[in-house]
Nanobody, 129 residues
Framework: QVQLVESGGGLVQPGGSLNLSCTAS????????MGWFRQAPGKEREGVSC????????HYGEAGKGRFTISRDSAKNTVHLQMNNLKPEDTGIYYC??????????????????????WGKGALVTVSS
């Protein structure tokens, strides 16, 4: 059974950092691209970043450029999202997703259809003083 499990969310003060992790099971992640998306209260889900697990190619959406870094540990079937200098507008549920087609992940991160094959249940990130 395919599962994506996010961890590392929580409450952080503005200017702080968090490192989210997404661990995949039930499929071999090296054949997939994996991405991060987020949904703020009352807003639509938006793309943050995605990465090719096999090659390390990365792509960032507007939400992820500058302060966020995506990385992967293919041996552990895990993808990370390092978030620095967090702002209150970064508050939301962060979802991990996986798809065998990197182009689909790129288009989803850029605001296209969110038709990734697999999704996690999300991790809540709250940025507040």
């Amino acid at each position: 059974q395919v599962q994506l499990v996010e961890s590392g969310g929580g409450l952080v003060q503005p200017g702080g950092s968090l490192n989210l992790s997404c661990t995949a099971s039930g499929f071999v992640s090296i054949y997939y691209s994996m991405g991060w998306f987020r949904q703020a209260p009352g807003k639509e889900r938006e793309g943050v970043s995605c990465i090719s697990v096999a090659y390390g190619d990365t792509h960032y959406g507007e939400a992820g450029k500058g302060r966020f870094t995506i990385s992967r540990d293919s041996a552990k079937n895990t993808v990370h999202l390092q978030m620095n200098n967090l702002k209150p507008e970064d508050t939301g549920i962060y979802y991990c997703a996986a798809d065998p087609v990197m182009g689909r992940c790129r288009r989803a991160v850029d605001g296209g259809t969110l038709n990734m094959d697999y999704w996690g249940k999300g991790a809540l990130v709250t940025v507040s003083s």
